[in-house]
């Protein structure tokens, strides 16, 4: 959902890209329901059948988790995957205008006892999550059925005004919201850690320097070091969260044991263990459900051209709004 680029004299593409994010939260949430889900469907499917780069994309990096699939099944993969996508942004649409009861039946989480232990234990709590499913859904789920406050990070959006828009938006929903901007989020976060409480970080993505690399379904991809460096530096537990959506309205999760700091290595070599072990968790979810899985963007580095590999200095905690 990027702006495209046009001729025309005092166009503002970031504007119009502010605009329609402006009408989404403030229009698609006064649909009901059932006309939101079936708009979601129109758009996806209108999108996948334009076979535009990011559907190609999709596809392409869909066959990679899922290795011995037809092109007929990839095309039927993507086409879900859109679907999926759209139902996120529908959803995040109109999550400000959900009530507590609809937040606390629309997410059902396997395992959460681990989370419920871990913020009991006093020791902090990391949870990890690629882009699967709903992470805003999830994280108001949170504030509200556990009636616990956490703190991720959100990347710097073009204009500025998109991006206050996200931060209001999630600050709404109950989230304490920092600014991806080199390293300064780190020490926030392992303050809050310290303290015992919950940060939350979208990390299947690296847009640093300073990602770890990993084996992600047999291949090199870099991910963000943060969630492992944090875990290391503060204690803290470190989760990994996977998302998935049914044939009902509730969305599906599981929360993975924790991924204990090695007790052996520098910390730099433990963090890059604890970030592989991570990696693996992330492919687990998605091998399971791959049409969750909204990545439509270049992720492994066979695939990035030298101007597209990450290089915003310092940056190691994963922005959780990069598809945006």
Do not use: C
Request: proline residues 7%; neutral net charge.
């Amino acid at each position: 959902m990027s702006p495209r680029k046009t001729g025309l004299p005092g166009f503002d593409p970031g504007k119009l890209t502010d605009a329609l994010y402006g009408l989404g939260w403030s229009t698609v949430k006064k649909l009901p329901e059932g006309v939101a889900v079936r708009l979601g469907r129109r758009i996806a499917d209108t999108v996948w059948k334009r076979r535009g780069k990011g559907v190609l994309r999709l596809e392409a990096n869909l066959a990679r988790v899922v290795p011995d699939a037809s092109p007929q099944r990839l095309a039927e993969l993507s086409r879900a995957g859109l679907r999926s996508y759209m139902r996120y942004w529908m959803e995040s649409f109109r999550l400000p205008a959900w009530s507590r009861e609809r937040i606390k039946a629309g997410f059902t989480p396997e395992d959460i006892h681990l989370l419920e232990d871990g913020l009991k234990s006093g020791r902090g709590v990391i949870l990890a999550l690629p882009h699967m499913g709903n992470y805003d859904l999830a994280g108001v789920w949170v504030t509200t059925k556990l009636n616990t406050p956490f703190t991720t990070v959100a990347e710097r959006l073009k204009p500025e005004s998109l991006y206050d828009r996200f931060v209001a938006y999630r600050e709404g929903l109950g989230m304490e919201v920092l600014p991806h901007t080199g390293g300064e989020a780190f020490g926030t976060l392992a303050r809050r850690l310290r303290n015992g409480g919950l940060v939350a970080l979208v990390a299947d993505r690296d847009l640093s320097s300073s990602g770890m690399e990993v084996k992600f379904f047999g291949e090199a991809a870099k991910m963000p070091v943060g969630p492992a460096m944090l875990a290391v530096q503060t204690g803290a537990m470190l989760l990994p969260v996977t998302l998935w959506y049914d044939e009902t309205p509730i969305m599906r999760g599981r929360v993975h044991p924790e991924i204990e700091v090695p007790e052996t290595g520098t910390r730099t070599e433990k963090a890059a263990e604890m970030t592989q072990t991570l990696a693996d968790a992330f492919a687990s979810g998605i091998a399971d459900h791959p049409e969750d899985w909204h990545m439509l963007q270049r992720l492994w580095l066979a695939d990035l051209e030298p101007r597209e590999r990450p290089g915003t200095p310092g940056g190691a905690i994963a922005p959780g709004t990069e598809q945006a």
